[in-house]
């Protein structure tokens, strides 16, 4: 059962949401660019084991933080359900005559679209600080992706929006999933560099996937072949978004 | 035809009971009011018929249909104006009832029509491009209750609708509800726990404590209960003659004197004052006061429960800390 004027009314509210809240837009980049420019600059001349030399770091850099960006957003955007229930309103969307599904998937619509936008604007200014893609053609497959990365962690977003009750639990999955999901995943280093123990936990990190198979396309340079990467997060964002919907359904709204 | 129906409908939230086997129905067209403290169970209740939480046990049934398993046709049949504010306060008043018609399903012009409408029922019009964020608490009330109405609803349930606003804003909302529910011919069902707005709206009430109904029935009828009206006489003299004339007349129910106080309890009491006083005075007792009380919700509520609601919702006050103490303890 799928109500696609709900999807649709769902996506357009967090479209006017997002554009209506310019600290938020701020903020949201202004996390990712920092990394981007001091890492990016800093550590420019440095020779980074693992790295073939053809390859600089900005280059090596620019797939990870745009990975580092959708992993924020989509995560925010999946949590942003406790936003609403802090605020009332999810009542109003709960007692609607709407198939859970398609709550879900209207979520989902808006997360995928304002977390789309930030990694866009983020590529955009790394074109202005030397980036370079291979080819422009190899845009359509990055932003194959860069949805499948931002579908992922709205997945997760869910999960944990519908296990929490309010805001409290916020920084704990902050400082024990988010960041050691951005820094398992390899978004600032290479793996290789890696001990075993944590190469093997990398492994289970969807991200790590993602920002390869980002690298994969933009600077042709990858631990897996791209495919292999596709693969892994197709199945890592359908099952993400499975379990989002089903602990999504089973929460009490209120 | 019954708009609500509900049997032995139970929540239990980790062992606190907050509704207790209660039963009622409401046939369509009623304005039915739930009339208790805080925590007593009524936005539980409310809750529960919205199908926003599931009942631990017992059944609901809501326009034919029921709570458990008819879930979908249930949301379709009702609006809800919650308790707390359910707005998207990022949008402005028209876009959040633009986004309702749409999770309802309206087409374009259907929901056009119709916000124009429910807009100028509530007189919100010229604000409607304003963010619900710059809106006062009294604009924020009226625009939920206009947007609950958007879908035509059969049965309206209305939790706490005044709660927090001023004397003439809850005078104008008094006046939708009455119009809503007689004009419109809508079901409504509503929370309150103020004495003066059950009795003045509702048709009938449910008396609600400690999530169990203790009575239910028309205000008139309630506070008949108490035996009718105290009519209270200030008098000079002798008052051995009166008290012996007015103990011969069968419609007084009783009578206590308290210094040269003189307390009676009858029923339509302002019919009966003259003939008190005529009484009086061929007794050669002087009268210097008369005193007219009606009871009120109030007593009924007393006499039921044995507390004041204001007593009532001190103690929950403190139960419910003690209750969030021990959740706080076990969860964080």
Same mark, same amino acid.
């Given at each position: 059962m799928i109500h696609r004027a709900a999807i649709y009314v769902l996506w357009l509210r967090e479209m006017k949401r997002f554009v209506r809240s310019k600290s938020r837009i701020i903020g949201a980049l202004a996390f990712p660019l920092f990394f981007l420019a001091f890492l990016g600059l800093g550590f420019r001349r440095?020779?980074?084991?693992?790295?073939?030399?053809?390859? +600089?770091?900005?280059? =090596?850099?620019?797939?990870?933080?745009?990975?580092?960006?959708?992993? =924020? $957003?989509?995560?925010? %955007?999946?949590?942003?359900?406790?936003?609403?229930?802090?605020? %009332?309103?999810?009542?109003?969307?709960?007692?609607?005559?709407?198939?859970?599904? $398609?709550?879900?998937?209207?979520?989902?619509?808006?997360?995928?679209?304002?977390?789309?936008?930030?990694?866009? =604007?983020?590529?955009?200014?790394?074109?202005?600080?030397?980036?370079?893609?291979?080819?422009?053609?190899?845009?359509?497959?990055?932003?194959?992706?860069?949805?499948?990365?931002?579908?992922?962690?709205?997945?997760?977003?869910?999960?944990?929006?519908?296990?929490?009750?309010?805001?409290?639990? =916020? $920084?704990?999955?902050? +400082?024990?999933?988010?960041?050691?999901?951005?820094?398992?995943?390899?978004?600032?280093?290479?793996?290789? +560099?890696?001990?075993?123990?944590?190469?093997v936990l990398s492994s289970i990190d969807p991200l790590t996937y993602g920002i390869d198979g980002l690298r994969g396309i933009m600077i042709g340079q990858s631990s897996y072949p791209v495919v292999f990467n596709l693969g892994i997060m197709v199945a890592f964002s359908l099952i993400m978004i499975f379990l989002g919907a089903y602990f999504f359904e089973k929460s009490e709204s209120v | 035809m019954d708009a609500i129906k509900v049997e032995n409908l139970t929540k239990n939230f980790d062992g606190v009971i907050a509704v207790d086997h209660i039963s009622f129905s409401i046939p369509v067209g009623e304005l039915f009011g739930l009339l208790g403290p805080n925590g007593a169970g009524k936005t539980t209740t409310i809750n529960m018929l919205a199908t926003l939480i599931k009942p631990t046990s017992g059944s609901g049934e809501v326009a034919g249909y029921d709570v458990k398993q008819d879930r979908d046709h249930v949301r379709r049949s009702i609006g809800v104006v919650f308790q707390e504010p359910a707005l998207d306060t990022k949008l402005n008043g028209r876009e959040n009832l633009e986004f309702h018609a749409m999770m309802y399903g309206m087409g374009r012009e259907e929901r056009r029509e119709r916000i124009d409408e429910v807009l100028q029922l509530v007189e919100l019009t010229e604000k409607e491009k304003v963010l619900v964020e710059n809106y006062s608490g009294g604009m924020k009330r009226r625009l939920e209750i206009a947007r609950g109405l958007i879908h035509k609803p059969q049965v309206l349930f209305l939790d706490e609708p005044t709660l927090g606003l001023d004397a003439q804003t809850r005078r104008h909302i008094w006046d939708y509800i009455k119009k809503l529910n007689k004009e419109g011919g809508v079901t409504i069902i509503l929370t309150s726990h103020y004495m003066e707005e059950a009795d003045f709206l509702c048709d009938r009430i449910g008396i609600m404590d400690n999530g169990k109904i203790v009575a239910m029935d028309s205000p008139e009828k309630l506070k008949n209960i108490l035996g009718g009206d105290v009519v209270s006489i200030e008098i000079d003299g002798d008052t051995n003659d009166l008290k012996r004339d007015l103990d011969t007349r069968d419609w007084i129910k009783t009578m206590t004197q308290h210094e040269n106080?003189?307390?009676?309890?009858?029923?339509?009491?302002?019919?009966?004052?003259?003939?008190?006083?005529?009484?009086?005075? !061929?007794?050669?007792?002087?009268?210097?006061?008369?005193?007219?009380?009606?009871?009120?919700? !109030?007593?009924?509520f007393l006499h039921y429960t044995g507390r004041t609601i204001r007593e009532q919702e001190a103690s929950q006050a403190e139960k419910n800390i003690n209750f969030m103490h021990s959740r706080m303890g076990r969860r964080r």
């Open positions: 440095m020779v980074i084991p693992g790295l073939s030399e053809d390859i +600089n770091y900005i280059s =090596f850099l620019v797939p990870g933080i745009l990975g580092m960006s959708l992993l =924020f $957003s989509s995560t925010f %955007g999946g949590l942003s359900v406790l936003w609403d229930r802090e605020f %009332g309103f999810l009542k109003e969307i709960m007692v609607a005559p709407v198939s859970r599904v $398609s709550i879900v998937l209207g979520r989902i619509a808006g997360g995928i679209t304002t977390a789309l936008i930030q990694g866009l =604007f983020i590529l955009a200014i790394s074109f202005l600080i030397g980036f370079r893609l291979s080819s422009l053609l190899v845009l359509p497959l990055a932003l194959i992706f860069m949805v499948l990365i931002s579908v992922t962690f709205l997945g997760l977003g869910l999960i944990f929006a519908s296990k929490m009750r309010d805001m409290q639990g =916020f $920084s704990i999955v902050m +400082n024990f999933v988010i960041f050691p999901l951005f820094f398992l995943s390899g978004a600032l280093y290479p793996l290789e +560099n890696f001990p075993v123990w944590l190469r | 106080c003189l307390s009676l309890t009858l029923e339509s009491g302002e019919r009966r004052i003259p003939e008190i006083i005529l009484a009086a005075q !061929e007794k050669g007792v002087v009268v210097a006061c008369v005193h007219l009380r009606k009871p009120s919700l !109030e007593d009924v």
